[in-house]
């Protein structure tokens, strides 16, 4: 007998009876990468779409373009990626019907935040980094964690091979762990920015399954945001 009074029995299952397990959440991969130069900024994100071992579509864009000067990057759950992602562009219509102009990058990542602890108690399960141009003209790059907390940087990786991806930004953009004198920091030009960001997502092709295809480019300046692509491992 038990301390509750009654003889603990283990859950037998019966014969015929089907027990089926419901999750609403489906993690469907991607990984995104964000670095902000005095100028711009670069934001590029794989297009696979995958479940578990299979990959329902190799060529998904992850960057939803919010207004010509920000971008945002949403891997995770792709339901969810959907239903945050158009709400937020309603909102940015109705603003822009309002008050007659675009809402800035800073104003967007704020309103990402909020509507993001909005649903706290029933998280989108998403990654999510934002990335634009501020109202100084200089690039900006946001990272959130899934209840909306907001955290400003000049690099950022997330996604299913963030971990993998954001060791390689710290070295080479951060300049950690490196040996180099006073004076030597190499510049950081558009250019180098996305080399840097391509190099990340090959190294993570070759260790992370939900990471591959092709990678989405987009260079963000105040003139626009300029597109590449770049091919990946595709098994």
Avoid at 12 to 28: I, L, M, R, T
């Amino acid at each position: 007998m038990s301390s509750l009074g009654f003889e603990q029995f283990p859950d037998y299952q019966v014969p015929g009876a089907k027990h089926p397990d419901f999750s609403p959440y489906e993690s469907n991969g991607g990984s995104i990468v964000a670095i902000a130069g005095d100028d711009f900024v670069v934001i590029a994100a794989d297009t696979r779409l995958s479940s578990g071992y299979n990959i329902h579509s190799r060529n998904q864009s992850k960057l939803f373009k919010l207004s010509p000067k920000t971008v945002l990057g949403s891997t995770g759950c792709w339901a969810d990626t959907l239903s945050l992602t158009g709400l937020m562009k309603v909102r940015m219509q109705s603003y822009e019907h309002t008050h007659l102009r675009t809402m800035t990058t800073d104003a967007v990542a704020q309103m990402l935040s909020i509507t993001m602890y909005n649903r706290r108690f029933f998280p989108y399960y998403v990654s999510n980094i934002l990335a634009g141009i501020d109202k100084d003209g200089k690039g900006v790059v946001y990272s959130y964690d899934p209840i909306g907390h907001c955290e400003r940087a000049t690099y950022r990786a997330g996604g299913t091979a963030g971990t993998l991806l954001q060791p390689v930004l710290d070295n080479q953009i951060g300049h950690k762990n490196i040996n180099l004198a006073a004076g030597e920091l190499p510049p950081l030009t558009k250019e180098r920015a996305v080399a840097v960001a391509s190099d990340t997502f090959i190294s993570a092709a070759e260790r992370d399954i939900y990471t591959g295809d092709s990678v989405l480019i987009n260079v963000i300046t105040k003139d626009g945001i300029e597109e590449k692509v770049l091919q990946l491992r595709q098994d």
